[in-house]
């Protein structure tokens, strides 16, 4: 089946500085989405991408959808303390319904 | 709040036996999704269903079936639990949009 391979696994940075994170896929996918999943919560909406080479920001979020429709990537600009949290990237292919296939997760921690 | 509810937050039980989790959807979304996340496996798709209907079925244990009643809430039912069932089942639901997931039923089988 579909894999999706998230990096990096986990992150420790410092209050203020920008993070990365990418998913990379075998396949192609129509949708990318970033959620993002706290302690004792289900994963939150962030950002939904539905066009190869779309960024789209949200706040301090930025994300694109790759051009091969094949992987996709998650900015972060000036972290705060409650960006803590695992951020997973979720592709949609259109011809396997709305099934959502989810990477497997970066961890962020953020030093204030 | 993602207005998807889930009950109950927490169970605990043993090997061999039956749970059901049970999950509202969003007002309005006619489709509901359970997921499986584990350590080792992660975030795993289980079934879909829409309006009633089973609708996509992906990972999904012969052990396990799910059901979406007229009023659309669903239930995910476990059977002859293993020790590798526990887990966190998450219920999640989409209208025309993006799915919208619920807080979660940890299980715990000892």
């Known amino acids: 089946g579909q894999q999706l391979n998230q990096s990096p696994q986990s992150m420790f940075i410092q209050e203020g500085e920008d993070v990365s994170m990418n998913c990379t896929s075998s396949s192609i996918f129509n949708t990318w989405l970033w959620y993002k999943q706290e302690p004792g919560e289900g994963p939150v909406l962030l950002i939904a991408l539905y066009k190869a080479g779309e960024l789209t920001s949200n706040g301090r979020l930025t994300a694109q959808f790759g051009i091969t429709r094949k992987d996709s990537f998650l900015n972060i600009s000036a972290s705060i303390p409650s960006d803590v949290g695992i951020y997973f990237c979720?592709?949609?292919?259109?011809?396997?319904?709305?099934?959502?296939?989810f990477g497997g997760g970066t961890r962020l921690m953020v030093k204030p | 709040d993602s207005g998807v509810t889930q009950t109950p937050k927490h169970l605990i039980t043993a090997t061999g036996q039956r749970v059901t989790l049970r999950c509202s959807p969003r007002s309005g979304d006619l489709s509901v999704y359970w997921y499986q996340q584990s350590l080792d496996q992660g975030l795993q798709f289980l079934i879909q269903y829409y309006n009633g209907e089973e609708r996509a079925k992906g990972n999904i244990l012969e052990r396990f079936s799910a059901q979406q009643f007229p009023d659309l809430h669903s239930e995910l039912n476990l059977s002859s639990l293993e020790l590798g069932d526990s887990a966190l089942y998450f219920c999640?639901?989409?209208?025309?949009?993006?799915?919208?997931f619920g807080p979660g039923t940890r299980l715990t089988v000892t």
């Open positions: 979720a592709g949609r292919n259109n011809n396997a319904g709305n099934m959502l296939t």
């Open positions: 999640a639901s989409s209208g025309s949009g993006e799915q919208y």
